[in-house]
């Protein structure tokens, strides 16, 4: 489970070449009838000690932007991040999108996300249990609480039950979901599924054939979802999925969504 926390380093490469085979790696193009529901870090960028710290290429903006308005709109963002972290990296884009796995929702780009359940204290008990432990960084995000371990893979299991001792004292409603170097707290019921679901519900994605890409655990609950839908999954890096596809890394996301633009059913 470690390795999965080495997702950015070079050293990846080499196993990406032993992992591919199981999963084609050439989707299918992407015509006017297909929404889009894309995941962020590790998928559309490459992740970064810190999640402040990744980068985002321009051409992933520009890609982002046109290809929302050949879609028709039908293009969301499916993130773990809260939708003002979103915006602040992909500004001056405004993205309909679903933050927090789904616990913020932004079906209209120009509207404020509907308010979202916080966690009460969590942030500040999880805060006091790590408080003097360099290795460990809480981030709270108002509708989840994340606890992040990249310096310390090794510490999985430990940190686990830690991070489960100090939720579980609490509200009985919480679910803990394990990430790359991370474990997330948050209601339950809340879901990359259930985001993908809400926004098929109204246009602009409504009635249309809805695609997933992602990197991570949390992406499989999307992929289910829009392969239930009738859609296909993509899913980024290494690992098993319940994807039909696979792409290697960021880099090869952003090079098959501008070949949408140049040789799909996409072009203008
Ligand atoms: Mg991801």
Redesign the pocket.
């Known amino acids: 489970m470690a390795d999965a926390c080495h997702h950015r380093t070079g050293s990846v490469l080499i196993k990406l070449e032993a992992d591919l085979p199981e999963l084609p790696n050439q989707p299918p193009a992407l015509t006017a009838q297909h929404a889009l529901f894309l995941?962020?870090?590790?998928?559309l960028v490459a992740?970064a000690d810190h999640p402040d710290r990744i980068i985002v290429p321009a051409l992933l903006r520009q890609t982002l932007a046109v290809l929302e308005q050949r879609l028709n709109g039908a293009l969301a963002i499916v993130?773990?991040r809260s939708l003002e972290s979103l915006d602040h990296f992909l500004a001056p884009l405004k993205m309909r999108a679903a933050g927090i796995h789904g616990a913020e929702l932004r079906h209209d780009p120009l509207q404020p996300p509907a308010d979202v359940a916080t966690l009460g204290d969590l942030a500040a008990r999880l805060q006091a249990r790590f408080a003097g432990d360099a290795q460990v960084w809480i981030e709270d995000k108002r509708a989840a609480v994340a606890v992040h371990y990249r310096q310390a893979p090794e510490r999985q299991d430990e940190l686990f039950a830690m991070v489960n001792e100090v939720v579980n004292a609490g509200d009985q409603s919480l679910e803990i979901i394990s990430?790359?170097c991370v474990f997330e707290a948050r209601h339950h019921g809340v879901g990359k599924d259930a985001a993908v679901r809400a926004l098929m519900s109204s246009p602009p994605f409504r009635g249309r054939i809805p695609v997933f890409v992602?990197?991570?655990r949390?992406?499989e609950d999307g992929i289910r979802e829009v392969q239930a839908q009738g859609g296909f999954g993509i899913k980024?890096g290494t690992g098993a999925s319940q994807a039909q596809w696979r792409l290697a890394t960021p880099v090869s996301v952003l090079v098959w969504l501008r070949g949408q633009l140049i040789v799909s059913g996409l072009i203008a």
């Open positions: 995941d962020f870090d590790g998928t992740l993130t773990g990430g790359k992602g990197d991570d949390t992406d980024v």
